[in-house]
């Protein structure tokens, strides 16, 4: 649903302003089935997702965890050109029955070069250029160093022993953007 509902996200129910978030954000409802089959509306994001002026390049997407106990709010982006660099984060969020409340459980973040043998290859023809007088053992050693490092695939996970604990209203995906 596009933003401009009557609800009031919680930071600023304690002023108690009116607040209709500035279009084209996206709110983000949770909706959860009762006992009885009845479905009932429990909290919502405005947070969560990104607005439709974000580029081609960036693709943002909700889906159920594999073990079906929870979800999973993916955000993809990448640069342009042999050297730049992609990333996929994940934000995991599970039920918590005790107090009723979806928190934030895990989160992950893939990164890497869109292309590691062109980066590679460029950064390597920038180090012949600059350093004429290499041997082609000294090339050939850091030719190696370089395919480690351009073809290596970073993930960082996080868990609330990382960052607390943060209820789904709560979440902020541009505090993991800095």
């Known amino acids: 649903m596009w933003g401009g509902s009557t609800n009031i996200p919680e930071e600023k129910e304690e002023k108690n302003e009116s607040y209709t978030p500035p279009e084209p954000e996206l709110r983000v409802d949770l909706i959860m089935r009762q006992k009885n089959n009845k479905l009932i509306y429990h909290s919502s994001n405005y947070y969560l997702l990104a607005n439709k002026e ?8 909700i889906r159920l965890s594999p073990n079906e106990d929870g979800f999973i709010t993916s955000y993809s982006f990448s640069g342009y050109g042999p050297l730049s660099i992609y ?8 039920y918590s029955k005790e107090s009723n409340n979806w928190y934030l459980v895990k989160t992950v973040d893939m990164s890497g070069y869109n292309s590691p043998a062109a980066a590679m290859g460029i ?8 350093n004429p007088e290499y041997t082609q053992a000294q090339l050939d050693s850091l030719e190696a160093v370089m395919s480690k490092k351009f073809n290596k695939e970073e993930i960082i996970t996080e868990t609330p022993k990382d960052f607390g604990s943060i209820p789904f209203p709560k979440f902020r995906k541009s505090h993991y953007f800095q």
């Open 54 to 61: 974000w580029d081609s390049y960036r693709n943002d997407s």
């Open 123 to 130: 950064k390597l023809g920038q180090a012949k250029e600059d």
């Open 87 to 94: 990333s996929n984060l994940e934000f995991h969020f599970q």
